[in-house]
Every structure is written in C-alpha cells, then in structure tokens.
C-alpha cells in the first residue's frame, strides 16, 4: 500500500461517516482508498458545495465527515466551505493534497497551512511514512476531542511511498465531558430557588441534553428557548418559547426580555441571540454554562460562568434547586398555545402584482409538509422567514450554515443534511441570489436522486442590500427576473413558478408522488419591504 492508500483505510477503520469532494490526480487515490473501506464517497460539481456537503452532514449525524480536494485551487476552492466548518466547530477533516516538498516551482504551490489558520482551522500534515498512521489519528483525535476542522496536507511525495497499516490501530482517546464544580453548582441552584422568571435559552452545546434541560426547566419553572442553530432542540414542549433572537416571535422576545435570570446552555450570547442585549433586561442576572471555558463571557458579561457538560450541569443543578414554579402560569400558557409561533399570527397580505407574500407562501409550506422534515436554509434577506414559520421536529431538522454569513451555502447545506437523514424530507430554502451562487450542486442533487423540496424566496436581487440601503442607487443588487423553474427544469428537476398560494398545488401534486427527483419553486415574492430582522443584521456588520 501506499502513504495515500493508508491515509483512506485508516479514517474507514475509524468510522468517519461520509466523504465528499472534487477528484483530481492529487487526491485520486486517497478518495478511492476511502471507497474501497466503505466510506459512501460524494462527488460535488465545485469544492466548495463539497465542504458544506460534508460540513452539514457531520452536523446533522453527528458523526466525523471527511472532505478530499486537490492541491492548490481544490483548497482555495474549498475555504469558504472550510471556514464556516470551522466557525461552527465542525468536527471535518479536510484531506488535502499538496506539492511536494521540492517542488518550489509549482504552479499549485500555495502556503497551504498558513491559508488554512487564516479561516481558523487546525493545520496538520502526514510528515512520512513512518509518521502516516499517527498523522492521521492526531488529526481525527483533535475533530472527535475538541470538536474542530481539521486539515490534514498530504504532500504528493509522501503519498506516493510505500506504507502499512498495523493491524490494530491504537486507541483514539475519546472526549470526556467536564463535570461542574460543586460550588458552581450551588451558586446556580441558589439563583434558580431566587428568580421569579427564569427562561433557559440553549445552544448548539446542548445538543443531546434536551431531556436534562426540561427535567430542570420542569422544576424551576423556566421557560425554554434556543439560538437559532440549535432550532427545533425543544419541539413539542408546552412551555417552548422557540427561537430567541432576531427571528423571536413578539411573545418570545417578550418574555426573554422580561425575565430576571437567563441561563445559557452551551450557547454563546451572540448578538444575534440577544438582539444586541436587548433581549437581556437590564436587572437580569445571566449564567453561562459551558464546556470550554473560552466560551464563557466570550459575548457579553455574566453573573456566573459554569465550566461543565451542558447535560451533566443540568443533572447536578436538579439535584441541589428546591424548584418553584417560575414563570409558567396558565395565562403565559394560553399565550404560548395562541401566539407561540409565527404561524398563529395574522399575515397581513397574499402579496400584489403578481407576487406572493413570503409570510404567506412561508405559513402555506408549512402546513402542506409533513412534520417529520429537515430544514436548511441560506442566508439573506428572505432567511427569517423559513426559519421562523416552518417548523422542524427537532434539533437535527434544521441545519444553517450561517457562522461565515456566506450567501450560497444553503443548496449545499440541505444535501448534506438530507444524506445524514434520509428518512425525512428535506427542505432547502434559498434565496435567488444564494440559489445562483451555488447552483453547480443542482446537477449533484439530480444525480443523487435526492426527493429534496428546493424553494428560492425570489426577489431579484439582493434584497438585504436593496432594503439596507434605501433611496441609493440599486443597479448593482437588482437584476432581471430570471425564469428559473426552467433552468431547474434543465438540470432534471421538477419545477414549478408560484405568484399565488394556489401555485403550491403543484408542491402537493409532487408531495403525493414518488418524489423520485428534486422539486424546485420559483417563489416570486413581493420585494417591497425588508424582513423584520434586517436592521438587526446590519447592526451587527
């Protein structure tokens, strides 16, 4: 066998769960190598969609994915993918091929590590031979252990030479979850015996803990939220505020707001969650519990910073809080089941002139999809709306690679998302300029044969930009109306225009049949305000 051979048994031997990429001669064998051990191999049409394919997929399963690219232009390609990997603390591992050591002169040779640390990925590097199998378990170790992306370089002279795989590779020493302190644990206790309106708002870090969080919710009287990437954590539960933030309902925002203790759960307090602290009311006490201490006052200043697993906090804090009944009474209960979600509120307008109201086509979808479904979204003006009117099952229904801002990630997104959950219905919701920016992966949807819904809000043209920067001049964010149910139709999808919500009877038309192939809706909608959330966004450019 060979360094590069090596390389790819070894990650099927750890169980990595999916690959994704763009073959060239640099990573040919490394990628076979993976396929030969059973790694289902996905070959995207651009390297970047390749990472995001990867990147959601690890963050919708769970498990470790890989990536393989070519040396040179195969990384660049691939950063933007790589970089929101790596702000979402991804655990990706990027194979990446490199020139070799002499070859000074190559027109792929680029300082590779330098341009990986620069998005804030881990840079690693198969050294030799001898070094192969360990190379590799460092780099797995650090995805699994601290929860990063990962570049390993795999330098064509080194991939080149002979190498063996010992026949029992030596243990990856797994993560263990902190426990908190005993004293943090009292200190936390004693604030949930003393607060009269507790609310819980929980983060990507407490995924997997839903049940101790509504254990302790239950007897503290919290009310439950979440960040927007942990979506869907609490489905179901009565007291379950939704999304705290810029797509907060006005109840949720309410009652975040009016709270006098917020605990965050593996959540970071970013100003998108607080609405730039303007969901923290000014006498609140804030408690961060976090398993990386970094994390801790990272956003903004708090009362009490808990150092510990997000579901092993939740159970100690059980077993010392005396519990009260918080703020879950019957008429914040009768609020919660009238105004609790965006779709029991009133939308003001089906649209005009030929466009749909993206509240009514939003709420439309909604009802007409079945619950068990995965939602990924891109970002944009239009992205409020998805991610506030449809609801998803759980925390692993809703997927938005969104730590980068990146337009064009969502199409990308929803494949990988789709392949870690095949037994739901994805949905990708994009915006038209996101949908253009990324459309090289409708070809590798097609030819997965994925049911995917694909539904780009379409106002042509950039709309957070129209709507930032009102009375300029717009030619340069505004362009023509494109048909692009016919482009789609082009690519091997079925397709459909809607202007009205009675368009949609072509979405159930599909819903009803084999769902053999991707749909995808042209929504044209109505361009003429901007989404509630805009202002929030910019502030925070």
Same mark, same amino acid.
């Given at each position: 066998m060979t360094v590069a051979e090596v390389v790819g048994t070894v990650l099927a031997r750890l169980g990595v769960g999916v690959a994704a990429g763009v073959v060239g001669s640099g990573n040919f064998h490394v990628t076979n190598a993976l396929r030969a051990g059973g790694v289902p191999f996905v070959a995207a049409r651009h390297e970047g969609g390749a990472a995001v394919i990867a990147d959601a997929y690890a963050r919708t399963s769970g498990q470790v994915a890989v990536l393989t690219v070519h040396q040179g232009p195969g990384l660049t390609n691939a950063l933007t993918g790589i970089a929101e990997a790596a702000k979402s603390r991804t655990p990706l591992l990027v194979l990446a091929a490199d020139?070799? $050591? &002499?070859?000074?002169?190559?027109?792929?040779?680029?300082? %590779?590590?330098?341009a990986v640390r620069s998005? $804030? &990925?881990?840079?690693?590097?198969?050294?030799?031979?001898? %070094?192969a199998v360990a190379d590799v378990l460092r780099a797995y170790g650090t995805c699994v252990r601290e929860r990063r992306t990962v570049v390993l370089a795999l330098p064509l002279d080194v991939q080149a030479q002979p190498c063996t795989v010992p026949d029992a590779l030596p243990a990856v020493t797994p993560w263990i979850a902190p426990r908190p302190g005993p004293a943090a644990v009292a200190e936390l206790a004693a604030l949930l015996d003393a607060a009269a309106r507790p609310v819980f708002v929980a983060g990507r870090g407490a995924f997997g803990a839903a049940p101790e969080l509504v254990a302790l919710a239950d007897r503290c009287g919290a009310l439950l939220a979440t960040s927007a990437v942990a979506n869907g954590l609490f489905a179901g539960?009565?007291?379950?505020?939704?999304?705290?933030g810029g797509f907060a309902t006005p109840l949720a925002a309410e009652l975040i707001a009016g709270s006098d203790l917020v605990v965050a759960w593996g959540a970071s307090l970013t100003v998108w969650t607080t609405r730039h602290g303007a969901l923290i009311g000014p006498d609140a006490a804030v408690v961060q519990v976090d398993d990386d201490p970094a994390a801790l006052g990272g956003n903004r200043a708090v009362r009490l910073g808990v150092v510990?697993?997000?579901?092993?906090?939740?159970?100690?804090v059980l077993a010392a809080v005396r519990g009260g009944p918080g703020q879950r009474t019957d008429e914040v209960a009768k609020r919660i089941a009238t105004e609790g979600r965006w779709t029991d509120l009133p939308v003001d307008s089906d649209g005009h002139d030929g466009r749909?109201?993206?509240?009514?086509?939003?709420?439309?979808?909604?009802?007409?999809?079945?619950?068990?479904?995965?939602?990924?979204?891109?970002?944009?003006?239009f992205m409020g709306y998805p991610a506030a009117y449809l609801a998803v099952p759980d925390a692993a229904g809703f997927c938005m690679t969104q730590s980068y801002q990146s337009i064009g990630l969502g199409l990308a997104t929803a494949i990988g998302a789709a392949l870690a959950r095949p037994d739901r219905l994805p949905v990708a919701a994009l915006g038209d300029g996101g949908f253009l920016m990324g459309i090289s992966e409708l070809e590798t949807l097609v030819r997965l044969g994925i049911g995917m819904l694909v539904v780009v809000y379409d106002d042509a043209g950039y709309g957070a930009e129209v709507h930032h920067f009102t009375g300029d001049d717009h030619a340069t964010v505004t362009f023509p109306d494109a048909d692009l149910a016919a482009i789609a139709a082009g690519y091997g999808c079925a397709a459909a225009t809607v202007r009205s919500p009675a368009d949609l009877d072509a979405v159930a038309d599909w819903l009803a049949g084999p769902r053999d192939r991707p749909i995808l809706v042209d929504a044209k909608v109505t361009a003429d305000g901007p989404s509630w959330w805009l202002a929030e966004a910019f502030r925070g450019h």
């Open positions: 020139t070799a $050591g &002499a070859a000074v002169r190559s027109n792929f040779r680029i300082d %590779s590590d330098a998005v $804030g &990925a881990v840079a690693e590097r198969v050294h030799s031979p001898a %070094s539960q009565e007291w379950d505020l939704g999304i705290s510990g697993d997000v579901a092993a906090t939740a159970r100690d749909i109201d993206p509240r009514a086509l939003s709420a439309r979808l909604d009802a007409l999809l079945p619950a068990e479904r995965t939602l990924a979204i891109d970002s944009g003006n």
